[in-house]
């Protein structure tokens, strides 16, 4: 037992340091930026720790009895509790939004013609059926972006070649652009709309990719054993997650700047490629609200590839001009993230 409770003890110290250094800024300790992706299993570890105190030695239990209520505030961005109801609050004149990563819409794509026939035909009954008002799509191309304008929902569109980031709208588009990054891939795309005579400009983001999955997968099918391949899968993967995190924060504060000289309100959706304890969703959601903690229930995880469990997509909006009423997450097999629906009401 002293064993594992020195185990515990140690465990607990890294829990403090990792809960203080929550939302720091990569661009100066970027090895802190880790600790954004290792919180959410830091409940269960210490969930954990509890169960098995209770049943060897119950006065142990305390130190992760403790740290679970430490962390209650970060617990809330990973699992909501709010009442899955909460739909019929929405008023009749609510706008509908989804954020997706289509992943260029590959898993529709097959060598039988008739397969990928039938991949369409169910992705687009799937539009059909969420029938969103805007649709902020990420990781866009040439392939996607005929499939989804031949739903015919959507008759305005903000879609840059050789750009992922993309904009379907019902209602008009007054005015466009984009938030240069850079880079083709990760991408940034804003449109103003007129929404029943009133002005409201979304943003469709897809900030920096991390580019280490390849690595996870070799590592996943490699053996547990520590060797001098791994080790060096592992420098690798770090190296790239060093620069990606870093390029990712200058990213959000560039979208931070252009929104914060938006004329209108403002909602932020996609692909963050980060979690809700780093530092690009701080940025972001200064003075905005997350669909998510406002409406959303359970656990809100939006990727299932290499890393599934994560909740990087989201949905932001202006925290006094802009109120949500219901948020989901749809389960589907077209991408490896699944999209974000939300409800909204504009309150100007």
């Given at each position: 037992?002293?064993?594992?409770?020195?185990?515990?003890?140690?465990?607990a110290?890294?829990?403090?340091?990792?809960?203080l250094?929550?939302?720091?800024?990569?661009?100066s300790?970027?090895?802190?930026?880790i600790?954004?992706?290792?919180?959410?299993a830091?409940?269960?570890?210490?969930?954990?720790?509890?169960?098995?105190?209770?049943?060897?030695?119950?006065?142990?239990?305390w130190i992760s009895?403790i740290?679970l209520?430490?962390s209650?505030n970060?617990?809330?961005?990973?699992?909501?509790?709010?009442?899955s109801?909460?739909?019929?609050?929405?008023k009749?004149?609510?706008?509908?939004?989804?954020?997706?990563?289509v992943?260029?819409?590959?898993?529709?794509?097959?060598t039988?013609?008739?397969s990928?026939?039938t991949?369409?035909?169910?992705?687009?009954?799937?539009?059909?059926?969420?029938n969103?008002?805007?649709?902020?799509?990420?990781?866009d191309?040439?392939?996607?972006?005929?499939?989804?304008?031949?739903?015919?929902?959507?008759?305005?569109?903000?879609?840059l070649?050789?750009?992922?980031?993309?904009?379907?709208?019902?209602?008009?588009?007054?005015?466009n652009?984009?938030?240069?990054?850079?880079?083709?891939?990760?991408?940034?795309?804003?449109a103003?709309?007129?929404?029943?005579?009133k002005k409201?400009?979304?943003?469709s983001?897809?900030?920096?990719?991390?580019?280490?999955s390849?690595?996870i997968?070799?590592?996943?099918?490699?053996?547990?054993?520590?060797?001098?391949?791994?080790?060096?899968?592992?420098r690798?993967?770090m190296?790239k997650y060093?620069?990606?995190?870093?390029?990712?924060?200058?990213?959000?504060?560039?979208?931070?700047?252009?929104?914060a000289?938006?004329?209108?309100p403002?909602?932020i959706?996609?692909?963050?490629?980060d979690?809700?304890?780093s530092?690009?969703?701080?940025?972001?959601?200064?003075?905005?609200?997350?669909?998510?903690?406002?409406?959303?229930k359970g656990?809100?995880?939006?990727?299932?590839?290499?890393?599934?469990?994560?909740?990087?997509?989201?949905?932001?909006?202006?925290?006094?001009?802009?109120?949500?009423?219901?948020h989901?997450?749809?389960?589907t097999?077209?991408?490896?993230?699944?999209?974000?629906?939300?409800?909204?009401?504009?309150?100007?």
């Open positions: 037992m002293v064993f594992f409770l020195a185990i515990n003890i140690v465990w110290i890294c829990c403090v340091v990792l809960y250094v929550v939302g720091v800024d990569p661009r300790f970027w090895i802190f930026s600790s954004s992706l290792l919180v959410p830091s409940f269960f570890i210490n969930l954990m720790f509890v169960i098995f105190w209770i049943f060897f030695k119950w006065r142990n239990a009895f740290l209520l430490f209650f970060y617990l809330n961005k990973f699992i909501a509790f709010n009442d109801n909460n739909q019929g609050k929405c009749s004149s609510a706008i509908t939004v989804m954020s997706y990563n992943y260029g819409l590959k898993n529709l794509k097959d039988i013609d008739q990928q026939l991949n369409k035909q169910q992705f687009t009954s799937f539009l059909r059926k969420t969103p008002d805007v649709l902020c799509v990420q990781e191309n040439l392939f996607a972006d005929g499939v989804i304008n031949k739903t015919g929902l959507f008759p305005y569109f903000h879609y070649i050789n750009h992922g980031a993309a904009i379907y709208s019902k209602h008009p588009i007054l005015d652009g984009q938030v240069d990054f850079g880079t083709k891939t990760n991408s940034c795309l804003w103003d709309l007129l929404i029943d005579g409201l400009r979304i943003y983001v897809h900030l920096q990719s991390n580019r280490i390849s690595e997968e070799r590592l996943a099918d490699n053996d547990v054993e520590i060797n001098e391949q791994n080790l060096n899968v592992i690798r993967m190296v060093r620069r990606m995190s870093i390029r990712r924060a200058e990213q959000a504060i560039q979208v931070k700047h252009h929104a000289n938006s004329p209108f403002v909602i959706a996609g692909d963050f490629n979690t809700p304890y530092y690009a969703y701080e940025q972001l959601t200064e003075k905005r609200k997350d669909s998510f903690l406002e409406c959303g656990i809100g995880s939006t990727f299932v590839g290499a890393l599934p469990g994560l909740r990087i997509d989201f949905v932001l909006a202006d925290e006094k001009k802009i109120e949500f009423c219901f989901r997450v749809m389960q097999t077209f991408s490896d993230h699944n999209p974000v629906f939300t409800s909204l009401y504009l309150k100007y």
